[in-house]
T-cell receptor, first 114, second 112 residues
Framework: DTGVSQDPRHKITKRGQNVTFRCDPI?????LYWYRQTLGQGPEFLTYFQNEAQLEKSRLLSDRFSAERPKGSFSTLEIQRTEQGDSAMYLC????????????FGSGTRLTVV | GENVEQHPSTLSVQEGDSAVIKCTYSDSASNYFPWYKQELGKGPQLIID?????GEKKDQRIAVTLNKTAKHFSLHITETQPEDSAVYFCAALDTGRRALTFGSGTRLQVQP
């Protein structure tokens, strides 16, 4: 296991379509985070999981956004009815529990909504 | 929640010079402050971090200082090299959410 893996790396979709991104964390990391990064900005926290439990989701941008981590391993982030404003880089990170120190980020999925 | 301010937004230095990036945070309970380097098309990579029980930490050409009273911390890069050119982000651990809050980034350009 060499790091956090995200798939796909790039996604172009038409406005109104649904998209789903996948994140595979480092295997021994039980915390998993989703962030969004727009051009010229720092990553913006969306949600996180400890094992399969979603402990914080109040920062998900709207009810069109949802995330799952069904077995405490990989996670998916879904955006329904995409809008042009959803165009961004979606980053996943993982860490060991007990404080969230030492995040390791994946390379991200770049979403373009046309 | 935590709020992190970072400046400057861009920084250009000559190779061999030093670079300093500064951040302030709002949550006095925050106790962990990492710095990330992001290259084009890649995710942020942790380069150094500091916890609130120390005031300074150094790793080769990189150092971070923390002033808890003033709620600010800084990244210092000495003997800069062209490969140091990237976007650098500071972050602070939001004690409520146990998730990192990031600054807006500093684009560092090291001129050969």
């Amino acid at each position: 296991d060499t790091g956090v893996s995200q798939d796909p790396r790039h996604k172009i979709t038409k406005r109104g379509q649904n998209v789903t991104f996948r994140c595979d964390p480092i295997s021994e990391h039980n915390r998993l985070y989703w962030y969004r990064q727009t051009l010229g900005q720092g990553p913006e926290f969306l949600t996180y999981f400890q094992n399969e439990a979603q402990l914080e989701k109040s920062r998900l941008l709207s009810d069109r956004f949802s995330a799952e981590r069904p077995k405490g391993s990989f996670s998916t982030l879904e955006i329904q009815r995409t809008e042009q404003g959803d165009s961004a880089m979606y980053l996943c990170a993982s860490s060991l529990s007990l404080g969230g120190y030492g995040y390791t980020f994946g390379s991200g999925t770049r979403l373009t909504v046309v | 929640g935590e709020n992190v301010e970072q400046h400057p937004s861009t920084l250009s230095v000559q190779e061999g010079d030093s670079a300093v990036i500064k951040c302030t945070y709002s949550d006095s309970a925050s106790n962990y402050f990492p710095w990330y380097k992001q290259e084009l098309g890649k995710g942020p990579q942790l380069i150094i971090d500091i916890r609130s029980n120390v005031g300074e930490k150094k790793d080769q050409r990189i150092a971070v200082t923390l002033n808890k009273t003033a709620k600010h911390f800084s990244l210092h890069i000495t003997e800069t090299q062209p490969e140091d050119s990237a976007v650098y982000f500071c972050a602070a651990l939001d004690t409520g959410r146990r998730a990192l809050t990031f600054g807006s980034g500093t684009r560092l350009q090291v001129q050969p």
